[in-house]
C-alpha cells in the first residue's frame, strides 16, 4: 500500500488500473453510465469501507462516511478476465456525494506493469433482445412501459433488472422486496411458498407478464425508486371511478 505526498494513506486519486476496472463496467455509450463516470472522475479514494481491505469509498476530500447504516444499492457489478487474472467489481449507487466500490482480485499492478481486460462480463452492458450477460442464455423480458422501461429477468443467473431505455442504466433489483410484491399480487399465502423468494427463478413460468409487471408497480410504489408514473399502476383507474362517484353522487342529490 502506497503513501500520498503527505504521508496519508488518503485521501488519494485513483491508480489507472482501480479507473480502467471501474470504467470497464460504466459503458460511455450509454448516458446514465457516461455520467457516474463522471462523477468518478471528479472524486478521490477518501477511506477503506465498511469491509476494509478492497472496499473503498469515493468522496470529497473532507467528507466523512457514515458506517452507522448499511451499504447503498448495488449501482453495477461485473467480472473481467485480464492478464491478471479474475477481477470482481462492484459498484455502489451514490450515496451523500460518496460512492462505494470493491474491487477483488487485483493485485499490485506496478508502474511498468499494464493491465490488459481481455473480456469484460458486466449487467450493465445488457439492452432488449440480448442473451443473458455471463452466459449467453436466454433472457425473460417484460414491457413495463413502452419506449421507456423493461423488466429483464435471467433464470440462470438469478438476476432481474429493470432496463431504462432512455438512460440505457439497468437497474439491479434486490429479489426479496419484489418477491413479496408478487406473493401480494398473486394473493399466494402458503409460507411454504410465500416465505421463500429463492423459489421464484425455479417457478417463473408459472407468472404471466401481466403478474410481474404488477408486482414491479407496487415495488417502486412502496420504495419510490424508479418513479414509475403512478397512472400505469392503477392510479388513473382510481380517480377515474372517483370521477365517476362524485358524478352520481351529485345525480343524486
Not at 485521501?11 to 446514465?32: C, M, Y
Request: glycine residues 6%.
Amino acid at each position: 500500500m502506497s503513501l500520498n505526498n503527505s504521508g496519508k494513506i488518503f485521501p488519494r486519486e485513483l491508480t489507472d488500473s482501480e479507473k480502467q476496472i471501474l470504467f470497464a463496467i460504466l459503458p460511455a455509450d450509454k448516458k446514465g453510465y457516461a455520467s457516474y463516470r463522471k462523477k468518478i472522475d471528479d472524486l478521490q479514494v477518501i477511506s477503506y469501507g465498511r469491509f476494509g481491505g478492497t472496499n473503498l469509498i469515493l468522496g470529497n476530500e473532507n467528507d466523512i462516511p457514515d458506517f452507522s447504516f448499511s451499504s447503498s444499492p448495488i449501482f453495477a457489478i461485473g467480472t473481467l478476465t485480464t492478464n491478471h487474472g479474475k477481477i470482481d467489481v462492484l459498484i455502489h449507487e451514490e450515496e451523500d456525494g460518496m460512492i462505494e466500490f470493491d474491487i477483488s482480485g487485483l493485485n499490485e499492478i506496478g508502474p511498468v506493469q499494464k493491465l490488459i481486460i481481455e473480456k469484460c462480463d458486466t449487467y450493465s452492458e445488457w439492452k432488449p433482445g440480448d442473451k443473458s450477460p455471463y452466459d449467453n442464455l436466454p433472457v425473460r423480458e417484460i414491457l413495463i412501459i413502452k419506449n421507456k422501461f423493461v423488466l429483464a429477468i435471467s433464470s440462470s443467473q438469478k438476476k432481474l433488472w429493470l432496463h431504462d431505455i432512455n438512460s440505457g442504466l439497468n437497474h439491479l433489483i434486490p429479489l426479496t422486496n419484489f418477491f413479496n410484491e408478487l406473493m401480494r399480487v398473486k394473493n399466494i399465502r402458503d409460507p411454504e411458498i410465500a416465505l421463500k423468494p429463492n423459489l421464484f427463478f425455479g417457478m417463473i413460468d408459472k407468472f404471466t407478464d401481466n403478474d410481474l409487471r404488477m408486482a414491479l408497480f407496487k415495488y417502486d410504489k412502496y420504495l419510490n425508486k424508479f418513479n414509475l408514473p403512478r397512472e400505469t399502476t392503477g392510479m388513473k383507474t382510481l380517480k377515474h371511478k372517483r370521477k365517476l362517484f362524485k358524478f352520481f353522487s351529485r345525480g343524486s342529490n
